[in-house]
């Protein structure tokens, strides 16, 4: 009844799913939609969705979590890019057959190591910064199973 309802009202016009029933906005945990396997990897919704965020929902090629302006989440400013979101469009771009493009955002990723290689739970795309929480364990995890999407 849940996964129904959802694909009933949480898809927009362009057949992407959305943050919200109603909304346009991309939300980067709709790439869980494929990794979760919610649908499948070749629902064209699950293509649109992953190409979408992979289009719209990053700065210098890194993924948001959302548009803060919009969603009102209760915090003022602005986020950097989330790393463990960035991962997980590493993988979900191999699941739908974009080889090329994730192996090339997974490097990029990689180079933003810290010297102990580790990441945080936020990267300034323009300067690699880290931000936030640092080490992130949960971005570790998104690191190696984007790596073995690319291996495999």
Not at 2 to 23: M, P
Not at 74 to 80: C, H, I, P, R, V
Not at 130 to 135: A, V
């Amino acid at each position: 009844e849940i996964k129904a309802d959802v694909l009933a009202h949480g898809v927009d016009k362009r057949g992407v799913l959305t943050q919200t029933y109603g909304s346009d906005a991309l939300d980067a945990s709709l790439l869980l939609a494929v990794l979760t396997r919610f649908l499948p990897p070749d629902d064209p919704r699950i293509r649109a969705t992953v190409l979408a965020i992979a289009d719209e929902l990053t700065e210098e090629g890194l993924v948001l979590r959302y548009r803060v302006e919009e969603t009102d989440d209760g915090l003022s400013g602005e986020e950097g890019t989330f790393t463990i979101c960035s991962f997980w469009l590493v993988s979900a771009l191999v699941e739908i057959g974009e080889v090329s493009r994730a192996k090339h955002l997974c490097e990029r990723l990689l180079s933003f190591a810290s010297p102990l290689h580790l990441y945080a739970e936020e990267i300034e795309p323009r300067t690699g910064r880290h931000l936030g929480n640092f080490p992130q364990a949960f971005t570790h995890l998104a690191l190696i199973n984007a790596v073995v999407h690319v291996i495999r």
